[in-house]
């Protein structure tokens, strides 16, 4: 293989060829209906915030190739159709979701709730990791625990999910660090897709964050979690 080919970062043994969507197409089509009714809209990444976008395909809205054909279909698809499913379920659920409100995994997955949920924190695992090799000054987290992770279907320790309730905005908020009173530093983004949020956390083992009790995550065995406010600012 030629030095300018760009590995997959998840199997490091093919070349990266596949440009992934950095917010889940189905997530945008049922947000804005095949023929894009609303658009367009403000998306916020890495590079820039409020970026006009007049159509679903708009190229912004797929990451650079980062990751392998192999490792963006058979290897992560039972992720993104998890993730897919509770996102349907989140947002068009005959109760809307109310701030603090108990949300149980085993109503969203009627079967194997505990692996469809891990299979959803793999999900964000493959966004984080490529925001981690995308980020031009690069985020200070290492990515191989990330690749670990999905190639062998277990999670990772240190990354956190919550879900709450959105303001109705689409984007991703870029991952911001936040320093704890004892000067460690978590990360935390967000993905916005209209009146759902879900903030990913990366918090190194030993970290304490008061919000992380606040957070779902599969080590602790248990579907259930708690509806946050992540509305941002009013
Ligand atoms: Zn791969």
Same mark, same amino acid.
């Given at each position: 293989?030629?030095?300018? =080919?760009?590995?997959?970062?998840?199997?490091?043994?093919?070349?990266?060829?596949?440009?992934?969507?950095?917010?889940?197409?189905?997530?945008?089509?049922?947000?804005?209906?095949?023929?894009?009714?609303?658009?367009?809209?403000?998306?916020?990444?890495?590079?820039?915030?409020?970026?006009? =976008?007049?159509?679903?395909?708009?190229?912004?809205?797929?990451?650079?190739?980062?990751?392998?054909?192999?490792?963006?279909?058979?290897?992560?698809?039972?992720?993104?159709?998890?993730?897919?499913?509770?996102?349907?379920?989140?947002?068009?659920?005959?109760?809307?979701?109310?701030?603090?409100?108990? =949300?149980?995994?085993?109503?969203?997955?009627?079967?194997?709730?505990?692996?469809?949920?891990?299979? =959803?924190?793999?999900?964000?695992?493959?966004?984080?990791?490529?925001?981690?090799?995308?980020?031009?000054?690069?985020?200070?987290?290492?990515?191989?625990?990330?690749?670990?992770?999905?190639?062998?279907?277990?999670?990772?320790?240190?990354?956190?999910?919550?879900?709450?309730?959105?303001?109705?905005?689409?984007?991703?908020?870029?991952?911001?660090?936040?320093?704890?009173?004892?000067?460690?530093?978590?990360?935390?983004?967000?993905?916005?897709?209209?009146?759902?949020?879900?903030?990913?956390?990366?918090?190194?083992?030993?970290?304490?964050?008061?919000?992380?009790?606040?957070?779902?995550?599969?080590?602790?065995?248990?579907?259930?979690?708690?509806?946050?406010?992540?509305?941002?600012?009013?």
């Amino acid at each position: 293989m030629s030095d300018n =080919v760009t590995l997959c970062w998840i199997c490091k043994k093919n070349a990266a060829t596949t440009r992934e969507h950095r917010i889940k197409h189905s997530d945008l089509r049922s947000i804005f209906g095949k023929f894009g009714r609303g658009l367009p809209f403000y998306y916020s990444d890495l590079q820039q915030p409020n970026q006009l =976008v007049q159509s679903l395909n708009a190229r912004l809205l797929k990451a650079p190739a980062l990751i392998c054909q192999d490792c963006n279909s058979a290897r992560t698809q039972p992720h993104d159709r998890a993730w897919e499913h509770m996102s349907m379920w989140l947002r068009f659920r005959s109760m809307p979701l109310h701030i603090g409100g108990r =949300v149980r995994g085993d109503k969203i997955f009627k079967y194997n709730a505990q692996k469809e949920m891990l299979n =959803v924190h793999l999900f964000f695992l493959k966004l984080f990791g490529g925001m981690i090799c995308e980020a031009a000054g690069g985020l200070p987290i290492p990515i191989e625990p990330f690749a670990e992770a999905i190639m062998a279907n277990r999670f990772h320790r240190e990354v956190y999910l919550q879900f709450g309730k959105g303001d109705g905005t689409v984007g991703i908020l870029p991952a911001q660090a936040i320093t704890l009173p004892g000067g460690h530093v978590i990360f935390i983004w967000m993905y916005r897709i209209g009146p759902v949020v879900v903030n990913v956390i990366y918090a190194q083992n030993g970290e304490y964050w008061e919000n992380l009790d606040k957070t779902w995550h599969p080590k602790w065995g248990k579907t259930n979690f708690r509806v946050a406010d992540l509305m941002g600012p009013r």
